[in-house]
């Protein structure tokens, strides 16, 4: 099949778009039901909030209309695939992650995906890296005892007389060029003592003075400008310079989460090459939507907790020692009263709601920058790569000269494999496509769906040719769009307290969401969900016992 092919397939529009809603020109209609606790926004945050908080009477409203936010899975004949979030950090015994895995009964139904990647790297960058890897083999002679190293050689040999695009490695073979900035790492795993907490605390293994020298640069500063990297307290300096390959690897990793090597700290893209590069990453089958999922069906069974998706907030009130909550549910005005608010959707919609938020509170809001993703899912007749977590794509600098290139896949993932449970032979292919650069945002939200869809599917082929799969197998592409989907922290922002400040609470208002910690992963999701829920408990406790519904009375 040609690789400019065009086919066509059966989708023909995004499956995620912003709800419609239009005005209506009538009071609210009054319900007499009294809250606890409203949270808005139903994703990790909003879903972890409420779990804490199960005890008390609880109302969840999200505009869309399935909960899960930017955790979301989907089915297809029954094979859970990722619509959103994939995957997340190997969870540690007592983190909060961890705890709430056991409690729905989760915990080590994950997979692991750390020796199971390929890396898909464009034939030409690789060949222009060879000095690199040659280098790297010379300091690692025992490599050359793999004979899997030698395979490699002969496919890019073969790669470039034939000009296939991708050349396809296990990555573990890439060890060796990695060597260097693993040594580096070592010193910050969570156990060696000096982890680079985010969010940072008095308790961090950072103090204070070296988490801001860290944020005051940039991870391309730390490791690719030695004038710089000269001004960092000598213990925790690079020794050894890296190359353009380690680069390339860096800038897909951060890539997936938006992020660039120049825009991102020092301090926070170590935090994430740590879990993303150098760690075990692990994922649910269907994705982070498995534990939002379950999230749901468990708040389900409490009486306490009603949770209402289609259900966009427009107004919130601050009135005597409670608040009144507008929603617009069903072409209807809905009115509700609450103790507490908990604010688990983006701060920045926060800003068109509430008319209480300190001028201070606002700048800070608006400093926090959203980037947007979309997440393409490709169906296929049979399973493809059935033994294998994905394959990261690694192009360099070649990636700007191809169709859509602000969108490009950073990484793929192969979900049946997650699926112990699943055994028909129908395959889905997921692509994770963001915008990482900040002059192309907003671009997403224009895009033409058939021209993406498109690009989507030359890439698809470009994949599947190189672990060699025919593209015949294809059946259809459907892409969910994420506008302003992920947190981006820039530097200088964790040192000058941008999203503590952003973060405060407002008397019983209290803010949860990925944008609380400036990290979009699930970590930050459900820990940001985790505090606001204490929040809300200690308020709830100060109240006197007459003005709070409780559970029981519900």
Partial sequence: ???????????????????????????????????????????????????????????????????????????????????????????????????????????????????????????????????????????????????????????????????????????????????????????????????????????????????????????????????????????????????????????????????????????????????????????????????????????????????????????????????????MQDDALFKVTASTVIWAAPKYVAQQVLNNIPNNQRQAISEIEHRDYCIANVFLKKAVLKSHFGGYVIEGANINKKPYSWCRSGVCLVANWKDKSFDKDIGVLTLLKPVFGGKDQGKLKEASFEKLQQSTYQEAILMLNAVGVTPDLIEDIKIWRWNKGLVVPKVGQLKNDVFVKASMSINGLFFANQDTNGLGNLESAVGAGFKAAEQAKKWLETQQPGNIASAASA
């Fill in 1 to 327: 099949m040609s690789l400019n092919s065009v086919k066509k397939l059966p989708s023909e529009k995004y499956e995620v778009t912003q709800p419609d809603y239009y005005s209506i020109d009538c009071e609210p209609i009054k319900n007499q039901k009294h809250y606890d606790t409203v949270i808005v926004g139903g994703g990790l945050s909003g879903l972890s909030a409420a779990w804490q908080l199960k005890s008390y009477s609880v109302l969840l409203l999200d505009e869309r209309n399935k909960l899960g936010g930017n955790a979301r899975l989907e089915h297809r004949e029954g094979l859970r695939y990722a619509s959103a979030g994939s995957c997340f950090q190997n969870p540690i015994e007592g983190g909060e992650v961890a705890n709430l895995l056991h409690e729905l009964g989760l915990w080590k139904q994950w997979q692991a995906a750390d020796q199971e990647s390929l890396v898909l790297f464009d034939t030409k960058r690789l060949l222009k890296g060879m000095g690199e890897v040659c280098m790297a083999l010379v300091n690692q002679p025992t490599a050359l005892l793999n004979p899997a190293m030698y395979k490699l050689s002969f496919d890019l040999i073969k790669g470039a007389i034939m000009n296939k695009p991708f050349i396809v490695s296990p990555k573990k073979l890439g060890d060796p060029v990695f060597a260097k900035l693993f040594k580096y790492l070592e010193q910050f795993k969570p156990v060696s003592g000096k982890y680079p907490a985010v969010p940072w605390s008095e308790e961090c293994d950072w103090s204070r003075q070296e988490m801001e020298l860290f944020d005051s640069i940039s991870l391309h500063d730390l490791f690719f400008d030695p004038t710089i990297r000269e001004r960092l307290p000598a213990s925790l300096q690079p020794n050894d310079e890296l190359g353009e390959l380690v680069k390339d690897a860096i800038e897909t990793t951060l890539r997936v989460e938006c992020l660039s090597i120049k825009d991102v700290s020092a301090y926070v893209g170590l935090h994430f090459l740590l879990g993303y590069l150098f760690g075990t990453l692990v994922t649910f089958p269907g994705g982070n939507g498995f534990l939002s999922e379950n999230l749901k069906t468990q708040l389900a069974k409490q009486p306490s907790c009603n949770c209402q998706p289609n259900a966009k907030v427009i107004a919130i009130e601050e009135v005597g020692s409670g608040y009144e909550v507008v929603y």
